[in-house]
């Protein structure tokens, strides 16, 4: 499984923005997705996950109410689109997916600037 994420970029505080990941290879193994976020010297946290059958969509607090999670199947694609963005959103957000294996796959990372 190959996924490319596009979308980050610089917004202000209030705004918002959509992320995308395209994910191809062997996309019938997928069992769930999510959006993980990494800032400098800190750990990659959770910011959703959604299960690709389901979609059950879960949420880090720190987002709810805000950020909305959301998969097409057909174009293999999850997009995380980010509301009401804060200066403390600023980070590298990575796609991840989890197969039926238990393998995890991570995208490059997308880098999202919230300026206050």
């Known amino acids: 499984v190959q996924l490319v994420e596009s979308g980050g970029g610089l917004v202000q505080a209030g705004g918002s923005l959509r992320l995308s990941c395209a994910a191809s290879?062997?996309?019938?193994?997928?069992?769930?997705m999510g959006w993980y976020r990494q800032t400098p010297g800190k750990q990659r946290e959770v910011v959703a996950l959604?299960?690709?059958?389901?979609?059950?969509?879960n949420y880090a607090d720190s987002v709810k109410g805000r950020f909305t999670i959301s998969l097409d199947n057909a174009k293999n694609t999850m997009y995380l689109q980010m509301n009401s963005l804060k200066p403390e959103d600023t980070a590298v957000y990575y796609c991840n997916a989890y197969d039926v294996y238990k393998y995890n796959y991570w995208g490059q990372g997308t880098q999202v600037t919230v300026s206050s």
């Open positions: 959604i299960v690709k059958n389901l979609g059950n969509a």
């Open positions: 290879g062997s996309t019938f193994s997928i069992d769930a």
